[in-house]
Nanobody, 127 residues
Framework: QVQLVESGGGLVQAGGSLRLACTAS????????VGWFRQAPGKEREGVVC????????YYTDSVRGRFTISRDNVKNTLYLQMNSLKPEDTAMYYC????????????????????WGQGTQVTVSS
């Protein structure tokens, strides 16, 4: 049984940083397309960053490029999202995701095809 568990969310002031982590059981992150998505109240879930098992460069949505960085620790089977220069508009529930056989660009732009989701971790950025 696949399970994804996020941690690291919280309340931070604008300009601050947070690092989210997602650990997996029942699968290996290095074998699949993985990513981080977010959903703010009243808005649709959107892809923040995705990367496939063979991609050299992750796909970042425009609003976070240059501020957020995805990384993967294959030994710990953990996915990270380093978020710097946070803005109030980054406030959302953040979800870790895994897609068994997706193209990472397509996955990030089509949340409906994601195979596995974590439970989410709340990020709140105050102004």
């Amino acid at each position: 049984q696949v399970q994804l568990v996020e941690s690291g969310g919280g309340l931070v002031q604008a300009g601050g940083s947070l690092r989210l982590a997602c650990t997996a059981s029942g699968m290996r992150f290095e074998d699949v397309t993985v990513g981080w998505f977010r959903q703010a109240p009243g808005k649709e879930r959107e892809g923040v960053v995705c990367v496939s098992r063979i991609a050299r460069t992750p796909y970042y949505t425009d609003s976070v490029r240059g501020r957020f960085t995805i990384s993967r620790d294959n030994v710990k089977n953990t996915l990270y999202l380093q978020m710097n220069s946070l803005k109030p508009e980054d406030t959302a529930m953040y979800y870790c995701a895994a897609d068994l056989d997706g193209n990472y660009f397509y996955t990030c732009n089509n949340p409906s095809i994601v195979d596995y989701w974590g439970q989410g971790t709340q990020v709140t950025v105050s102004s």
